[in-house]
Each structure stands twice: as C-alpha cells, then as structure tokens.
C-alpha cells in the first residue's frame, strides 16, 4: 500500500489542496495512519480496488501494510482493510507489515498476530533507531546501517519472526549498498532480500558464503 508523505503528496498536481503542511513529514501523516483515517478513505479505497489478485491471476500477490507505528494502530487498519476486499485469509491473501520503526521490533510478537510477516525497510529503520535523518549533508557520517544498534534490532526482528514461523526480509538499500552486510542477514536466519541489479552479483557472493558459516 501507499506510504507517500505530506510533503511529497503535496508536490503532486493538485495535492496543496489537500496536504497538511508538516514540520516533519517523516514522522507525520503516513502510511497506515492514512488507511483508516476519513481524510484518506476515498484514497485508501482507490487502493484496494486496485488490487485485483484473482481477475489478474496474481494470487500469490502479498498486501504489504507500511508505517504501523503501534499495536492498536494495526487493530484499527482492520476494518478500512476489510472495507476494501483485503481482508487477511480471504482466497488466500496474505499481509505484511513493514518493519520500519523500533517499535515494530521491540513488539514484533504481537505484531505477528496481526499480520503474516515483515518486510524491513533497513533507511528508516536506522534513521529511527540512530535518531538520524539520512537526507541531512551534516549527519551524512553518523547514518550507518552497519552500526551495531541496527543489527541489533535487525537480529532481534529476525529471531522473533523465525520463532513465530512468519516470513522476514529487507527491501532496504543496506545489502545493495555494502554488499557484505548480506552475509550478517543470512547469518541472522534471514528469508529473503532484495538488492538493486549492480549490485546482484557481489551480494550472491556473500550470501553463499553466508551458507557456508
């Protein structure tokens, strides 16, 4: 599902006039906030019917829910995702969550009863976890998804997901980005990631040697 924010919202044709104008986008009206909130309902339901698993034939498509920043935020997703034909285990849909935020790791078990598995966007996942914004030049030095904290919580994450019998991977840019970092998430019992074409080669390296440890 969608996971645009305020400012970038707004910058689309028309989009001022509906946009709140935030101090701090990144921290402001996204993600699944917007899936149930009535100023984004007539959005949100554009999104459902978009998504036509069966007519299309794409039944192993997985609905990915981004920016669920609480427990009782995933609760309240239930119901906009039911209004619009996503309703978990119907024909076989499965959800996911976006593991973006600390929280989503600190609570991943319970997140768990909730959704069919995690996707970890490892930018805001560091830039949440080391209080750091990745498009600042002066902070460039201090953003690093390599820092011991973010493997923390990257191992914390996987564990729980594995204990729990859900599926885990990233779609962040760390494996693309230092290619031996694959062999960290292999290591830690990771199911799967994603890496951008340049960078395929040097990363499948890592992960077979990740195998082989």
């Known amino acids: 599902m969608s996971?645009?924010?305020?400012?970038?919202?707004a910058r689309l044709v028309g989009g001022r006039k509906f946009e709140p104008d935030e101090e701090n986008p990144m921290l402001g009206f996204r993600g699944a906030s917007r899936?149930?909130?009535?100023?984004?309902?007539?959005?949100?339901?554009?999104?459902?019917?978009?998504?036509?698993?069966?007519?299309?034939g794409f039944t192993n498509a997985i609905v990915m829910i981004l920016f669920c920043r609480t427990i009782n935020e995933a609760k309240k997703v239930l119901p906009a995702r039911a209004e619009n034909r996503l309703r978990r285990g119907v024909s076989g849909l499965q959800v996911y969550v976006m593991c973006k935020i600390p929280s989503n790791v600190i609570l991943a078990a319970e997140f768990t009863e909730f959704f069919d598995g995690f996707s970890i966007g490892s930018n805001d996942?560091?830039?949440?976890?080391?209080?750091v914004d990745r498009d600042s030049e002066d902070l460039a030095d201090l953003f690093n998804e390599q820092d011991r904290a973010v493997k923390w919580m990257l191992e914390?994450?996987?564990q729980v997901a594995r204990q729990k019998g859900c599926k885990i991977g990233i779609c962040g840019q760390a494996p693309s980005n230092h290619p031996e970092f694959a062999r960290f998430l292999v290591n830690a019992g990771i199911d799967s990631m994603s890496v951008s074409p340049?960078?395929?080669?040097?990363?499948k390296k890592h992960v077979i040697a990740g195998k082989r440890t």
């Open 35 to 56: 899936y149930y909130s009535a100023r984004y309902k007539d959005g949100f339901a554009l999104e459902g019917h978009a998504i036509k698993r069966e007519k299309m």
């Open 198 to 203: 340049d960078s395929f080669f040097a990363v």
């Open 3 to 9: 996971d645009f924010k305020a400012n970038e919202y």
């Open 156 to 158: 914390e994450v996987i």
């Open 125 to 131: 996942l560091t830039q949440l976890t080391l209080g």
